[in-house]
């Protein structure tokens, strides 16, 4: 299986850099002969490789029926009778990873010579690696939530292996982890960044090969990663962008109860899928191995995984984190830890308020305070200037609900009425859950 994946995976990655004309129309069209030669090799590989053989059988028979009826001779056009046989294919039965193509310029791995093959991995490698193997961000937001952002699954397993073990490394110390999933188009082995996830070797679930003819299982193991395991609660954020490895690494989280996933249904793309020549040109890309539906998991092709909390992709992120933050406020022990929580709950309702939409209340608030800290209107904002951060530099405050704002990066500012119903003093919320109380002078 691992020769056959390292083939997949070269062919994979070398039609991305040598197929530099495959956009480029052919001089002339097919003849009859071969327009009927490119349709018997297409069927063959249907019949011979599709993960679903009786959907192979009948996409095969609408193929023969079509080329009897004379419906491909006169599509002289090499792009257009590529797209209108992976139509007639998908018309029979939808499958999002089987497409036909012309790519004249598109050489297989056994076509090249081993130095041209080298180098072409050799570049591809060096592609990724300046695309940080698509490892985008990682953070520690309020409340020490962890948030990590990746758009694509690397085959490049052990290069990038440094990379994602000091990521993951950097949020182990985090209370939840936020896994943002929703520009994630796939790639290959999810199952190794669920290795990261488990205490133990867990099955994740099996894939049934057309090629190899064995089912294979797959496995999260932590003995692989050389790295940290994190047994934090994770939420994952999917879009329908999120596709195949990426819907993959979602599904077998989510069926075993180690994540919950935060966001819209994904693209629906659970086949793995290999490139077949066809000749002249042509070649198809069949599915050739599937996820098999065990107890928990289920195939999600045409479907999507169906996450835990729909919301739209745009506001899965501060979903995840408000159900994060109502989960510690229910286990907080102390009230220090409660005003801590809250703070971030405060940080995040302020992300999402409408700016100085009751700006008709802050002439309430203006005034100086103990210390000689001063809040002031302009252009209908409320301003502050802060002797304890130097007093030169304007802050801007931004509204949580009532009278509680933002301040800055540390503090809330919550102003009180005393028992007349006037606004005489205010408290200062501190991101560690302390609290300081100034008098209006």
């Given at each position: 299986?691992?020769?056959?994946?390292?083939?997949?995976?070269?062919?994979?990655i070398i039609?991305?850099?040598?197929?530099?004309?495959?956009?480029?129309?052919?001089?002339k069209?097919?003849?009859k002969a071969?327009?009927?030669?490119?349709?018997?090799?297409?069927?063959?590989?249907l019949?011979?490789?599709?993960?679903?053989?009786?959907?192979?059988?009948?996409?095969?028979k609408?193929l023969?029926?079509?080329?009897k009826k004379?419906?491909?001779?006169h599509?002289?056009?090499?792009?257009?009778?590529?797209?209108?046989?992976?139509s007639?294919?998908?018309s029979?039965?939808?499958?999002?990873?089987?497409?036909?193509?012309?790519?004249?310029?598109?050489?297989a791995?056994?076509?090249m010579?081993?130095?041209?093959?080298?180098?072409?991995?050799?570049?591809q490698?060096?592609?990724?690696r300046d695309?940080?193997?698509?490892?985008?961000?990682?953070?520690?937001?309020?409340?020490n939530?962890?948030?990590?952002?990746?758009n694509?699954?690397?085959?490049?397993i052990n290069?990038?292996k440094?990379?994602?073990?000091?990521a993951?490394?950097?949020l182990?110390?985090?209370?939840?982890?936020i896994?943002?999933?929703?520009?994630?188009?796939?790639?290959?082995?999810?199952?190794?960044l669920?290795s990261?996830f488990?205490?133990?070797?867990?099955?994740l679930?099996?894939?049934?090969?057309?090629?190899?003819?064995?089912?294979v299982s797959?496995?999260?193991?932590?003995?692989?990663?050389?790295?940290p395991?994190?047994?934090?609660?994770?939420?994952?954020?999917t879009?329908?962008?999120?596709?195949?490895?990426?819907?993959a690494?979602?599904?077998?989280m989510?069926?075993?109860?180690?994540?919950?996933?935060?966001g819209?249904?994904?693209?629906?793309?659970?086949?793995?899928?290999?490139?077949?020549?066809?000749k002249?040109?042509?070649n198809?890309?069949?599915p050739?191995?599937?996820?098999?539906?065990t107890?928990?998991f289920?195939?999600?092709?045409?479907?999507g995984?169906?996450?835990?909390?729909?919301?739209?992709?745009?506001?899965?992120l501060?979903?995840?984190?408000?159900?994060?933050?109502?989960?510690m406020?229910?286990?907080?022990?102390s009230?220090?830890?409660?005003?801590r929580?809250?703070?971030?709950?405060?940080a995040?309702?302020?992300?999402?308020?409408e700016?100085?939409?009751?700006?008709?209340?802050?002439?309430?608030?203006?005034?100086?305070?103990?210390g000689?800290?001063?809040?002031?209107?302009e252009n209908?904002?409320l301003?502050?200037?802060?002797?304890?951060?130097?007093?030169?530099?304007?802050?801007?405050?931004?509204?949580?609900?009532?009278?509680?704002?933002?301040l800055?990066?540390n503090?809330?500012?919550e102003?009180?009425r005393?028992?007349?119903?006037?606004y005489?003093s205010?408290?200062?919320?501190?991101?560690?859950?302390g609290?300081?109380?100034?008098?209006?002078?």
């Amino acid at each position: 299986m691992k020769k056959l994946f390292t083939l997949l995976l070269a062919y994979l990655i070398i039609s991305s850099i040598v197929n530099v004309h495959a956009q480029e129309k052919s001089s002339k069209g097919l003849d009859k002969a071969q327009v009927m030669n490119l349709v018997d090799s297409l069927r063959n590989v249907l019949t011979s490789y599709y993960i679903f053989p009786e959907k192979a059988s009948l996409m095969s028979k609408y193929l023969g029926d079509q080329l009897k009826k004379g419906a491909y001779n006169h599509i002289t056009d090499p792009l257009k009778l590529a797209a209108r046989l992976g139509s007639d294919l998908k018309s029979v039965h939808y499958d999002s990873h089987l497409h036909v193509n012309f790519e004249p310029g598109l050489v297989a791995p056994k076509m090249m010579k081993p130095e041209e093959r080298a180098n072409a991995m050799k570049a591809q490698l060096a592609a990724e690696r300046d695309d940080n193997f698509n490892l985008k961000k990682v953070e520690v937001l309020p409340g020490n939530i962890g948030y990590f952002l990746f758009n694509g699954f690397t085959g490049y397993i052990n290069e990038a292996k440094p990379m994602l073990n000091g990521a993951l490394t950097f949020l182990s110390g985090t209370k939840a982890l936020i896994i943002d999933l929703r520009s994630n188009g796939g790639g290959y082995t999810a199952n190794r960044l669920e290795s990261y996830f488990f205490k133990e070797k867990t099955h994740l679930f099996d894939n049934i090969n057309t090629i190899s003819k064995d089912t294979v299982s797959v496995f999260a193991d932590p003995s692989t990663t050389n790295g940290p395991i994190l047994l934090m609660p994770i939420y994952i954020l999917t879009s329908k962008n999120t596709f195949s490895a990426a819907e993959a690494f979602s599904s077998a989280m989510q069926s075993l109860k180690r994540a919950v996933i935060v966001g819209e249904n994904t693209g629906g793309g659970s086949h793995m899928a290999g490139v077949f020549d066809l000749k002249n040109g042509f070649n198809a890309k069949i599915p050739f191995a599937r996820p098999i539906s065990t107890a928990t998991f289920k195939d999600w092709e045409g479907v999507g995984v169906i996450p835990d909390i729909p919301v739209p992709a745009s506001k899965a992120l501060h979903k995840a984190q408000e159900i994060i933050y109502k989960d510690m406020l229910t286990k907080a022990t102390s009230d220090q830890e409660k005003m801590r929580i809250q703070w971030a709950i405060n940080a995040l309702i302020a992300e999402q308020n409408e700016p100085n939409a009751n700006a008709n209340l802050y002439s309430n608030y203006v005034g100086t305070y103990t210390g000689g800290i001063k809040f002031y209107i302009e252009n209908n904002q409320l301003l502050c200037k802060n002797p304890e951060r130097g007093g030169t530099e304007v802050f801007k405050l931004a509204p949580v609900i009532g009278d509680i704002f933002i301040l800055d990066e540390n503090v809330q500012i919550e102003f009180v009425r005393n028992e007349k119903n006037v606004y005489s003093s205010l408290k200062m919320l501190w991101k560690n859950g302390g609290v300081t109380r100034k008098n209006k002078e």
